[in-house]
């Protein structure tokens, strides 16, 4: 089973960055769509960046467009997102997803395999 492990959360201030890492050992990524979706407080999952296995097709959610970049390098095994202009609305634990959709990939449905999450905090 895969299990994708986030990394690169933390504290930053409004205006700031930060930039989050998902790999999984023992398994192959590169033939997966990858996803990353975050959830506040007493909110429901929400989608916000999306990538094809090979990397040449990616979507946001309107929210953090402009802002937040998603890549992947599938020889190293590992999807980024990148996220500048950080907002306080941007605080919340972000997940890492894995899966073989045929679908735009915004859903959470779409998705097979979850990492456990990482925390992303931003100070006004």
């Known amino acids: 089973q895969v299990q994708p492990v986030e990394s690169g959360g933390g504290l930053v201030q409004a205006g700031g960055s930060l930039a989050l890492s998902c790999t999984a050992s023992?398994?192959?990524?590169?033939?997966?769509?990858m996803g990353w979706f975050r959830q506040a407080p007493a909110k429901e999952r929400d989608f916000v960046a999306t990538?094809?296995?090979?990397?040449?097709?990616?979507y946001y959610a309107d929210s953090v467009k402009g802002r937040f970049t998603i890549s992947r390098d599938n020889a190293k095994n590992t999807v980024y997102l990148q996220m500048d202009s950080l907002k306080p609305e941007d605080t919340a634990v972000y997940y890492c997803a894995a899966g073989r959709t045929v679908g735009r990939g915004v859903g959470v449905h779409e998705y097979d395999y979850w990492g456990q999450g990482t925390q992303v905090t931003v100070s006004s």
């Open positions: 023992g398994y192959i990524l590169s033939s997966y769509r």
């Open positions: 990538i094809s296995w090979s990397g040449d097709n990616s």
